[in-house]
């Protein structure tokens, strides 16, 4: 099989290909006889709402879910997999988004495990850290090597297990949401990486919800809804709206609509002042105000000390010293998640799985984590009011599922991330502080997200918004703080609020 490559214009075989692939889950069809093709050195963006097919597709090309109907081809040869090891024999290589790292492990024998260098078949700490760094140098990713990888921040792991695959002798790569950990130095070096790939003949084929990137390394956008492909673009000539509206099936405009409105109410809900930590970075007397009625958006690229804002008014950091106010009373820092949310500050983490979720859980479960008092007596929980109270929320935030008494893991990220934010809003906080709240969240979810909590900051709220996310900062906030090396650097509101505007204070290159 031939394609015309989109970019070149010039035909050339194809890696892979796939002819009518068809997966359903029970009544509902996750694919739907789907073709695809990438060829040598293309860099292929698929992307979509949760639930349009994405993860599905991606897990039929890695061999761990079998296709009802169709089939794929390699190099123009009909191949079948059965197991992940059958992809990696034929060449393709799959980065989950939740990595598969050995935590015990240091970074090197992560890197090496499986394919240990050897002589005579013996192996010693040395050949294995010869070998680590070897396979970092080739990709030019610096790494720890002989740091356990549990020790790791959540980048550092996500980089070994991308440099972990790009090792293999693979001619397709699939990411799942590469970036998602990533600050914007760590992605840049990861796209060269995968640009210089893609020029040695590697196709490259990554998930992602984030336009801005999808825009800097695709050649081409297929876009899935509803387990149908409905859009194969060449990235050059497409714009963000184009790409949302095939993603929505409605017009670009809902999603990129801004409400102006000033703040509703001029009570201080929190404030910070002179908060200081020494570490990476130093935050020194930093001070905010956020009002009942107000989305505060705190904005600045990963590692520029808002996450650890965020950590500290959730007590999950403890040695910050400095002032608090809520709910107009002094009070000392938080000490403990307990005591941050004793005084009725509510905290949606950034790692859903990790921190704010219970997996294994019904949904109606993990929705009322935060309030068994509510639905409990003499120790025991009454299900019914529980699932009671997850129904209700469940068609507050329009979450998408079978049953309250599923697993919270059935469900899509974005469905997840609706779960995880109705936990906290449930024992209505006094302030919400949002960590990067629609990270791995698709277009249609965010929007989502972002409509409901517009509402609550109507209907009276005080909500922090922490983000990395330029264009959200500027969709959400009624007010935008701008964060760098751990101070404060710039606030942005009206018409001087832009993507822009907070991009150039963000990246030190404001006049």
């Avoid at 693979?170 to 600050?183: C, F, G, K, M, R």
């Avoid at 003949?201 to 801005?212: A, K, N, P, T």
């Avoid at 979450?399 to 906290?424: A, D, Y």
Wanted: aromatic share 4%.
């Amino acid at each position: 099989m031939t394609i015309l490559h989109p970019v070149t214009g010039s035909e050339s075989q194809t890696l892979l290909d796939a002819i009518g692939l068809t997966k359903r889950y029970g009544g509902q069809v996750a694919l739907n006889a789907i073709d695809f093709s990438i060829a040598p050195g293309e860099l292929v963006a698929v992307i979509g709402e949760n639930g349009a097919g994405k993860s599905t597709f991606a897990k039929i090309l890695s061999g761990a879910v079998r296709p009802d109907a169709g089939g794929l081809r390699v190099h123009g040869k009909p191949i079948e997999l059965n197991a992940p090891r059958d992809a990696l024999r034929h060449g393709i290589s799959y980065i989950p988004q939740e990595l598969a790292y050995l935590p015990n492990l240091t970074v090197a024998e992560n890197l090496v495990v499986g394919r240990w260098p050897n002589r005579g078949g013996l192996t010693t700490r040395g050949r294995i850290h010869a070998e680590a760094r070897r396979i970092a140098a080739r990709f030019g990713i610096e790494l720890d090597i002989g740091a356990q990888i549990a020790q790791l921040r959540l980048a550092e792991r996500q980089l070994v297990e991308i440099v972990k695959a790009l090792a293999r002798d693979v001619s397709v790569i699939v990411l799942d949401e590469p970036t998602a950990s990533l600050t914007s130095d760590e992605s840049d070096n990861l796209f060269h990486v995968l640009r210089g790939l893609a020029q040695e003949g590697v196709g490259v084929i990554f998930i992602s919800h984030r336009l801005d990137e999808v825009f800097d390394l695709a050649d081409r956008i297929v876009v899935l809804r509803n387990g149908d492909v409905v859009a194969n673009l060449e990235a050059a000539k497409a714009t963000s709206q184009e790409v949302i509206a095939h993603m929505l099936g409605a017009a670009a405009e809902e999603y990129y609509e801004r409400r102006d409105r000033q703040t509703r109410d001029g009570t201080v809900a929190l404030a910070l002042r002179n908060w200081t930590r020494i570490g990476l970075p130093n935050i020194v007397n930093f001070t905010l105000t956020l009002h009942r009625g107000e989305v505060l958006g705190l904005f600045g690229p990963r590692g520029c000390g808002a996450d650890l804002i965020a950590d500290g008014l959730a007590g999950r950091i403890s040695d910050f010293v400095g002032e608090i106010e809520l709910a107009g009373q002094a009070r000392p820092i938080f000490r403990s998640t307990r005591e941050a949310r004793a005084a009725g500050l509510g905290y949606v983490p950034p790692e859903r799985k990790r921190e704010g979720l219970v997996m294994a859980l019904p949904v109606q479960t993990n929705l009322t984590l935060h309030v068994l008092s509510s639905v409990s007596r003499f120790g025991w929980i009454n299900r019914v009011r529980e699932r009671r109270i997850a129904e209700e929320w469940r068609d507050r935030l329009q979450i998408r599922l079978r049953s309250v008494r599923q697993p919270v893991e059935s469900l899509s990220g974005g469905n997840q991330q609706k779960v995880l934010l109705g936990s906290r809003l449930l024992s209505k906080p006094r302030v919400l502080v949002l960590n990067e709240p629609t990270r791995g969240v698709d277009v249609g979810a965010r929007a989502e997200i972002h409509r409901y909590l517009r509402n609550e900051a109507d209907a009276g709220a005080a909500i922090l918004w922490v983000t990395s996310d330029a264009e959200e900062a500027v969709l959400v906030s009624d007010r935008l703080l701008v964060m760098r090396d751990g101070a404060i650097v710039g606030e942005l509101s009206g018409p001087a609020m832009t993507q822009t505007n907070a991009l150039m204070l963000a990246t030190k290159e404001a006049a």
